[in-house]
């Protein structure tokens, strides 16, 4: 079975811009989750989809938004970017709510 | 509420063991324990149920002591596959609410 995919791997945006991520999960995942990762603060939860809902939410500001289509792949949204926000942005895939997740390879946000 | 792991980082031998804690000052249901690579994306190695469970594979095992609230990931006779960074995540609730909560990381080197 093919992997956890994320588009694109790497980004470079200024402040001010907004910018939207893709994940495709693992064939048959129904949940995805998005994380936040950076060195001084580690892996910090952004929000987690199943069945195309939002199931849990994190504690990020608004800007930081998500969905889930039906074949399962998940974008995340983050509108007005701000420095702080670069990071690598993980997704990750479950089959369901519980267990074990999958994670992709990430993408790496730049914001000047 | 993000667990503590120790040791921060270790530098192992190939063939010497080594011992990561992750503790929480909050009751927990459960305990995941990944690998990261650098650069790669974070790989699951195990799932801890509160219980006080063990569990292991290859070399490497963990156990989760409920009245500690604390996790330890056993590490025996280390490959040169072993080097990465080891995070635990933790949940506080069971049900289909996930919700993990990550450690900072323990940064290990195997050397030959």
């Known amino acids: 079975k093919a992997g956890v995919t994320q588009t694109p791997r790497y980004l470079i945006k200024t402040r001010g811009q907004q910018v939207t991520l893709s994940c495709s999960p693992i064939?048959?995942?129904?949940?995805v989750s998005w994380y936040q990762q950076t060195p001084g603060q580690g892996l910090q939860f952004l929000f987690e989809?199943?069945?195309?809902?939002?199931?849990n939410k994190g504690n990020f500001p608004g800007r930081f938004s998500g969905r889930q289509f039906s074949n399962s792949r998940s974008e995340m949204n983050v509108s007005t970017l701000e420095l702080g926000d670069s990071a690598l942005y993980l997704c990750?895939?479950?089959?369901?709510?519980?267990?074990?997740?999958?994670f992709g390879p990430g993408t790496r946000l730049l914001v000047l | 509420q993000q667990p503590v792991q120790s040791p921060q980082a270790v530098i192992l031998r190939e063939g010497e063991d080594a011992v990561i804690n992750c503790s929480s000052s909050?009751?927990?249901?459960?305990v995941h324990w990944y690998r990261q690579k650098h650069g790669e994306a974070p790989i699951f190695l195990m799932i801890?149920?509160?219980g006080g469970e063990q569990k292991g594979h290859d070399k490497i095992s963990a156990s989760f002591n409920e009245k500690k609230q604390q996790s330890s990931l056993y590490l025996t006779a280390s490959q040169l596959s072993y080097s990465g960074t080891y995070f635990c995540g933790t949940e506080m609730n069971a049900g289909n609410n996930r919700k993990l909560i990550w450690g900072l990381g323990t940064s290990l080197a195997v050397n030959p």
């Open positions: 801890l149920l509160k």
């Open positions: 989809y199943f069945s195309e809902t939002q199931r």
């Open positions: 990750a895939s479950s089959l369901g709510l519980v267990g074990a997740q999958y």
């Open positions: 064939s048959g995942h129904r949940s």
């Open positions: 909050k009751a927990l249901y459960s």
